[in-house]
């Protein structure tokens, strides 16, 4: 999605959601050598190529695990599960940044007039990365929405692994986002996922509970 601002002539940024697909285990870098792994990440590379190559400033802002108290997502989607009473297991061996949808949309807003006031060649733009700072498992990220929104209540998380868990398309074991350049040249450093979870459990509570 290229965003667009009105009477400015080229578009002064742009928006690629990406996903776990750029690297097969890694701290990614943003400079890093993608290794889509599957259709899914090839795509979204092909698509961030085509938005760079179409305007000198255009950004991509790669993001990953995107929750919310909204919509569809993994936070909500336990909660589900676990007040069905299904049992519970959860891959334990893919690693990952959580990332709160509203964060990433204020950090969208907060840039967006830097973007349409900088030239050409700036290092606004380009490719950076954005998600919550920290780093944790699926698994590991069920227990902590579990404990968060139902406390003692919690059901138990069995692990599982990739191999265990068959799905069409590959994923890395680890896809976790350096946040270098974030912090470098737009002076932004992410709050902890475990606080922006505890926002979107707070506007779930009142229906979190089974």
């Keep these: 999605m290229i965003c667009k601002t009105a009477g400015y002539g080229q578009p002064p940024g742009a928006f690629q959601p990406a996903a776990l697909a750029f690297a097969s285990a890694c701290t990614c870098a943003v400079d890093a050598a993608a290794n889509p792994l599957n259709v899914y990440g090839a795509t979204k590379l092909e698509g961030e190529q ?7 400033r255009a950004l991509n802002i790669r993001t990953s695990w995107v929750v919310s108290a909204h919509g569809k997502n993994f936070v909500k989607t336990m909660l589900r599960v676990a007040a069905a009473g299904n049992p519970l297991k959860v891959v334990d061996d ?5 990332t709160s949808a509203a964060d990433l949309a204020g950090f969208i807003l907060d840039i967006a007039p830097r973007l349409v006031a900088a030239p050409a060649g700036d290092p606004l733009f380009g490719t950076v990365h954005f998600a919550n700072s920290g780093e944790v498992s699926w698994r590991g990220f069920a227990q902590a929405i579990f404990a968060e929104a139902l406390g003692d209540q919690a059901p138990d998380v069995a692990a599982t692994t990739t191999a265990e868990y068959v799905t069409p398309a590959r994923r890395p074991l680890r896809a976790t986002m350096d946040l270098g350049k974030l912090a470098r040249v737009y002076g932004v450093t992410p709050r902890a996922w475990q606080a922006a979870l505890s926002d979107i459990i707070a506007v779930l509570k009142p229906t979190s509970t089974p």
């Design 94 to 98: 893919q690693l990952g940044r959580p």
């Design 50 to 56: 085509a938005v760079l190559a179409a305007s000198p």
